[in-house]
Structure formats: structure tokens, C-alpha cells
T-cell receptor, first 115, second 116 residues
Framework: AQSVSQHNHHVILSEAASLELGCNYS??????LFWYVQYPGQHLQLLLK??????LVKGIKGFEAEFIKSKFSFNLRKPSVQWSDTAEYFC?????????????FGRGTQLTVWP | GAVVSQHPSRVICKSGTSVKIECRSL??????MFWYRQFPKQSLMLMAT?????????EQGVEKDKFLINHASLTLSTLTVTSAHPEDSSFYIC????????????FGPGTRLTVL
């Protein structure tokens, strides 16, 4: 079975600092990769996704992620965070070509941004 | 687009009763929906895959007789927690696969179940 690791459980930053959240997965075949965000009291929202093509993916709100196949990684980045980015961030993977489309989630990273 | 709703958002019930949670895709049709459970400060755990017009596929360790799933239409899936016990108290989240052919899942806001 797939496993997804998010190494940072809680990250605290000041506004304007740069952000990088790590995500590694275990599956050796073709994968589809996602980052979801959950703002306080809200539901999961899709930030960005990678299916194929350019391994550097740009998402909403200035976020981007880079797929590095050799490292089984899909790290999330933002050059300058804002207070409004405070949220829980989840990395998720599904096995490319899987007709079931099941997603495997990491345990999440809580990001707190101080104004 | 791609909005998913859940009802109710919160429910409190007595031990031994059954609770039904609805998941609807509001502006798209979803042949596949998923049900997750989220424990405090933990990730989402997939419970089952709900397929329109067929039986749900349950993940290992999830009791299908306890968590009944019905996907009666292309916009509605229901999860019924039967004979609920306090250990079933949790946050239940559904998702629906969008129509863009990329397997992207769109999530509902979740239902907080508390069993007394």
C-alpha cells in the first residue's frame, strides 16, 4: 500500500518568510500528486495537482510544488507567506491509471503564520 | 464549480441509534464518491469508495455492515452509521470525483458525529 510522509507536523513562520513543506511517497509506479489545504473551520480545498508534464506545478494563491521522481518527493513552496496562509496542508497521492482513484494522504502539516 | 455539500454538519446521537449522512455534488455528476474519517490532528483515513449503481468498496478493517453506503444517484451518496457507539464519534468527510477526467477529488465540509 501507498504511504505518504509529511515530515513537518507544525511549521511556524513570520509573514514574508519563505515556505517549503516536504512530502514523500512510497509507490514506485506512475503517480498523481496533490496538495490540499484546510483553513480553520473549512473543508479541504485543492491547492495544486500534478499528473504529467512539467514537474514544476503552479497552484492557487502563489503556491507551487515540484515533483522529483528520483526522490519520490512533491514538496510545496511559497516564496512569501501571508497570515492568511495559516492552515493545515495535506499532501496526497493516487496511483496513476488507477480506475479507483483512491487517494492516500499524509498526516498533514499545520502552518502558523505570525503577522 | 465542483462544489460538494454534506448534511448534517453536526449530529449528536445516543448510543445504539443509527445516523445517516448525505453527500451531494451540487454542480456536477459523480459516479464515484469517497468516504473518509478524520481523527483529531490526524490525516484522513479512507473508509470506502462509493460507486453509483453498485456496491461500495470498503477498505480493510472497515465494517461494511456498520457503515452502510448507498450511492443511489449521480449526485448523492449516503453513509449510515448503524448502531452507533461512542468510538464512532469522529469527523466524516466525503469527496466526489470531478468530471475533468483527472481523478481530482472535491471535498465536502465534513460532518461531526458525536455519540453519547
Amino acid at each position: 500500500a501507498q504511504s505518504v510522509s509529511q515530515h513537518n507536523h507544525h511549521v511556524i513562520l513570520s509573514e514574508a518568510a519563505s515556505l517549503e513543506l516536504g512530502c514523500n511517497y512510497s509507490y514506485g509506479g506512475t503517480v498523481n500528486l496533490f496538495w490540499y489545504v484546510q483553513y480553520p473551520g473549512q473543508h479541504l480545498q485543492l491547492l495544486l495537482k500534478y499528473f504529467s508534464g512539467d514537474p514544476l506545478v503552479k497552484g492557487i494563491k502563489g503556491f507551487e510544488a515540484e515533483f522529483i521522481k528520483s526522490k519520490f518527493s512533491f514538496n510545496l513552496r511559497k516564496p512569501s507567506v501571508q497570515w492568511s496562509d495559516t492552515a493545515e496542508y495535506f499532501c496526497a497521492v493516487n496511483e496513476g491509471g488507477s480506475t479507483l482513484g483512491r487517494l492516500y494522504f499524509g498526516r498533514g502539516t499545520q502552518l502558523t503564520v505570525w503577522p | 464549480g465542483a462544489v460538494v455539500s454534506q448534511h448534517p454538519s453536526r449530529v449528536i446521537c445516543k448510543s445504539g441509534t443509527s445516523v445517516k449522512i448525505e453527500c451531494r455534488s451540487l454542480d456536477f455528476q459523480a459516479t464515484t464518491m469517497f468516504w473518509y474519517r478524520q481523527f483529531p490532528k490526524q490525516s484522513l483515513m479512507l473508509m470506502a469508495t462509493s460507486n453509483e449503481g453498485s456496491k461500495a468498496t470498503y477498505e480493510q478493517g472497515v465494517e461494511k455492515d456498520k457503515f452502510l453506503i448507498n450511492h443511489a444517484s449521480l449526485t448523492l451518496s449516503t453513509l449510515t452509521v448503524t448502531s452507533a457507539h461512542p468510538e464512532d464519534s469522529s469527523f466524516y468527510i466525503c469527496s466526489a470525483v470531478g468530471e475533468d477526467g483527472t481523478d481530482t477529488q472535491y471535498f465536502g465540509p465534513g460532518t461531526r458525529l458525536t455519540v453519547l
